[in-house]
């Protein structure tokens, strides 16, 4: 038997290596959506042949029941045996300072050894201060009793000698100690310097270290591995990452026509405030794009909405009725227009498309400062021709606004976000662009166009009754509107202005204009007029209208 087990060991391979690997991971890549990002850990391992355990410390995001997506690079003859992930209170991984942590500490050292270097001359300071004191003590002290016992042993000129050199000592001795208070006193400004400089260096290396986490997710992936070999292990972890648009746009006008540079950035945002991330972030390829992974993957079922019809006395009987226009009044919304592919053939510089959604490569090598809780980044710019006009509201403003209508032909979505807006280099203030879709078209406003001034006069108003048993109540009014121009060239206007509309057959309300509006009920608003008017260099337009109420006696009209 013995040299059967012999033989058998012999021709049997030895158990290949198993070992437990703990990764040092480092973030490599970054995928911001609108909510939720996809960041990239890295870390090079060296495998040999066997069974290994995989130990990677990733920030916890929020996502308990999703397991980071493992990937080898460049890796051959590695399978992927079981993956689990655990969260756990414990802090990070220590990891060797970053560049700017390394800087920071230097000069909160530098300014540590300073303050030390002065708090040791202010220190001698205080010590001749009070040797000075004791002296000036010690020579009253003998001034006052040191001569009583021997007053009949010697000369009057040896006890004026004496009482000579007591005084000089004493006076040597306050001056002394009123130079080293007034020193003393110089210094305090230079010592609350040096204290705030101390102060402010150690606050600088405590926001750039890594605090303890409260919570870290310990990822354990199993795998089996047939031949030596190095590569490159990468988790895809979900994070609570995100970024948001802003615009700089600066018009350059030349009469009615311009053009318009919109300048995007992104302010991203890659942990959530207050806390610093697990890992530095010094060399990161960022890409952001127009999706968001927070947003719903699916429409929900309405429930049936059952009718039946019931006798209105019984109906009244049973229960109180409400009148109510919104919620009785049954809207149909028409359906959403199917999305258009649309083929971009001059893409924005960095920017691209995955599917419908528009993705912009910000590039590798980025860092962000973990003392913030934002960074800024630009995208690219953007060029409109713009038609420009002016449009006021009749009824507030004094003065017209600059306007141009947007039309986004960059076959993206154009987020939503703050504009700040130039005008020939000139600041003019904040506005906000809303999200539009590939083609669509938005008036944008771009600032106060002094030159065209706007007078609003109420021209009468009338109230009455008239007739006895059939009379009606009624009221008329009237306006006249004057534009001004002090522009040096033509510019179409859009004047704006409101009258009442009736919900009720009983309410009758009639309009005269002149000239007559362009356009009623803008935006689906009711009641809202436009005027299309061409407005020359220098002229002045008006516009009248008056409109009449008639409602039956005994009501009155009210808003809604």
Known sequence: MKPILAALFATTALPVFADTIILKTEVTEALITGQGGIITYSAPVTLAPGTHSLI??????????????????????IRVISQSATNFHAPPIRRAPSAGLKIAIDARDKARAALRAFEESYEENQASLLAAELKLKLVRSTAETGLAGQRDAIQADQITAVADAIGETARAAQQRIAAIKTELDSMEPRRRELQDDLTHAQDIVER???????????ITTRIEVTAPQTTTVEYDNLQPAYW????????TQTGAKGTLELHRSAKVSVFREGEKPLHSWDDVKITLSTANLRDSTGTVIPYPDLKRLVEESKARKSAPVISDYNSGDMRVEAPAAATAMVEVSDAPTGANFAGQTLLFDLGGGHSLDWSTTTSTFNIDTLVFPADLYGMANAARDENAFLYTDLENDTGGILLAGQVDLSRDGTPIGTSYLPRLRPNQTEPIGLGPLYGIRLQRDILGVAEGDSGFIASKSEINQSYRTTL????????????LDVVPTSEDEDLKIRLQATPAPDELNRDGKRGVLVWDLDLEAGSTREVLFEYQMKWPVGKMPVPR
């Open 56 to 77: 990677a410390y990733l920030p916890f995001g929020g996502y308990e029941s999703f397991v980071p997506e493992v990937q080898f690079q460049g890796a051959d003859g």
């Open 208 to 218: 750039l270290q890594p605090r303890s986490h409260e919570q870290i997710r310990q």
């Open 244 to 251: 948001q648009p802003t615009y700089a746009a600066d018009l």
């Open 484 to 495: 001004y121009s002090a522009l040096d060239y033509n510019l179409p206007v859009k004047l």
